[in-house]
């Protein structure tokens, strides 16, 4: 553990490379000790300071829930951070990558929720009768910290790598994917990437009830009305101005974004 001062220090760090946006060294490696109780409260640091300049949080989205992240980040868990109102960009405009450091896109299934899930023992059926609907959409993420070398305190420190979200504009029923998907992701019309909504925790669902249980623990729900991002079906891959990159599942409407 850290003490608070270093706290408020390290999220000094993360809030200055966003606004400025540039990338500074892993956390970690000043601070060996950090710890994922440090971690959440660095994230919770920032996102206090968001809000104190006039973003609202909207939702949550849970990172490195497929083996394909886990692999390339080097972690094991899941982890979760905040979604603002500031992070949801106007649908069918392109999207202006000049305020990110090093972006990356992935496809995701994203929930809506109708009612409030508060942890613990939520389960997977529990997350399907709150959801109002689902929809398929590109997350993009981007971090921090120089060359993406994060581990999972400097990844959670830095809000789960947030950025903006990317939502499709057909709503399903959230029983629409019960059944796994393959899901496809697209730079300039070229296959890049690919994998299934099964690769999520074993179900989209699934990981929106660990970040239910995982929240409950701070006794934080998640409310009715906010957006939960369930995690990557596929790998991250880099996104630069002038791409066309399209988010698609299985039987479902695709997701294209314009970056500029």
Not at 55 to 74: D, F, N, Y
Request: charge should be negative; include cysteine.
């Amino acid at each position: 553990m850290i003490d608070a001062a270093m706290r408020h220090e390290l999220a000094g760090r993360l809030w200055d490379a966003r606004v400025g946006v540039r990338a500074v060294r892993p956390l970690t490696e000043s601070q060996p000790g950090l710890e994922v109780a440090d971690a959440y409260e660095i994230q919770s640091i920032n996102i206090r300071r968001e809000i104190d300049g006039g973003a609202r949080i909207v939702g949550h989205k849970i990172g490195l829930t497929s083996p394909a992240m886990q692999q390339m980040m080097g972690v094991d868990i899941p982890d979760f951070g905040h979604l603002l109102d500031t992070m949801v960009p106007d649908a069918g405009r392109p999207v202006s990558l000049s305020g990110y450091v090093q972006p990356r896109v992935e496809v995701e299934i994203a929930f809506v929720l109708g009612a409030e899930l508060r942890g613990p023992g939520i389960t997977r059926e529990d997350v399907e009768a709150a959801t109002s609907h689902v929809l398929p959409c590109l997350e993009l993420i981007d971090s921090r910290i120089e060359n993406w070398r994060i581990g999972l305190m400097d990844t959670i420190a830095d809000n789960a790598s947030s950025a903006a979200v990317l939502l499709g504009g057909h709503q399903y029923p959230p029983d629409v994917i019960r059944d796994p998907r393959t899901a496809t992701l697209l730079v300039n019309g070229e296959l890049v990437a690919e994998g299934s909504t099964a690769d999520v925790l074993g179900h989209p669902a699934e990981a929106v009830a660990w970040l239910a249980n995982a929240l409950g623990e701070f006794g934080v729900p998640l409310e009715a009305g906010h957006l939960v991002l369930s995690g990557s079906c596929t790998r991250a891959i880099d996104v630069r101005p002038g791409d066309r990159v399209s988010a698609r599942f299985e039987g479902l409407s695709p997701v294209d974004v314009d970056f500029e």
